[in-house]
């Protein structure tokens, strides 16, 4: 009888590894989109420095979009 | 800023938390930014050889690492606007403390500068002593008795500006106390 992996447990899931690896991805979106919005609200509510807060936000989504990025290259 | 001043009302000192403090708070994350390298290098072969990974392609540990480092990114976000939205403002009229916690709870403590009754500065600790920050203590005649500023840059200079400017507003009418326009320390 073949050993369970004792690496990873979750391979024992009932649907497969891609599926569960784009829902995965979905989740980081919409967690993305939620704390986006977050952010953006307080840095453009309480921030004065426009200029600062242009920098802060370009950095922070470049940041976003690049992890994003990184796990879209990995469900496909 | 979500404070309103009064007209004529203007800002002497803005000041923001020592840097330091920010880095402290900062360096979990760092440490959790290496968490997936030491990953990948200790357990590399044997985490490429997991089923999981034959399974969803070679590009798992991609995917791993990228929603790691997002969380991680987030976080230090999340962390430097709670750094960034705790401000201590000095005006002709007032002393104003704002507090973040976390991403949806702030208070903002005022006092005018006619209630302050004593000022002092302390720097307690190794660090602070080397990079001079410390709180600031101000006991007032109002409601809240004791404000405290706490990791400022200078405490000493900020200490020494409250009261300077306590004393212009004693001693002259509000519209004619001299305004000292550096504001930052």
């Known amino acids: ?76 | 800023m979500i404070v309103f001043f009064e007209a004529g009302e203007e800002i002497i000192t803005k000041v923001r938390k020592h840097w330091f403090v920010f880095a402290v708070q900062a360096l979990p994350l760092a440490v959790l930014c290496i968490i997936p390298l030491i990953f990948f290098a200790i357990g590399g072969s044997r985490f490429a050889s997991s089923s999981v990974v034959q399974e969803a392609g070679p590009s798992f540990p991609l995917f791993f690492a990228g929603l790691w480092y997002l969380v991680v990114w987030v976080l230090f976000f999340i962390k430097w606007t709670d750094y960034y939205l705790d401000v201590f403002i000095l005006t002709d009229r007032r002393v104003i403390y704002i507090t973040q916690k976390g991403l949806f709870s702030r208070r903002i403590a005022t006092s005018r500068l006619d209630r302050v009754q004593d000022v002092s500065a302390e720097v307690t600790g190794m660090m602070p002593t080397f990079l001079n920050y410390g709180d600031v203590h101000v006991q007032t005649a109002g409601e809240e008795k004791e404000f405290i500023f706490h990791d400022l840059p200078n405490p000493d200079i900020v200490k020494d500006r409250i009261l300077s400017q306590y004393n212009s507003a004693i001693r002259m009418p509000r519209e004619t106390a001299p305004v000292h326009k550096n504001t930052e320390v």
Not at chain 1, 41 to 70: D, E, P
């Open chain 1, 1 to 76: 009888m073949q050993s369970p992996d004792p690496f990873f447990a979750f391979p024992a899931l009932s649907f497969p590894t891609s599926s569960f690896l784009s829902l995965v991805f979905l989740f980081a979106l919409l967690m993305s989109f939620i704390m986006s919005a977050v952010l953006l609200y307080h840095w453009m509510s309480y921030g004065k420095n426009i200029m600062a807060v242009r920098v802060v936000a370009s950095v922070y989504f470049i940041g976003v979009a690049i992890f994003l990025g990184m796990m879209l290259a990995g469900v496909s």
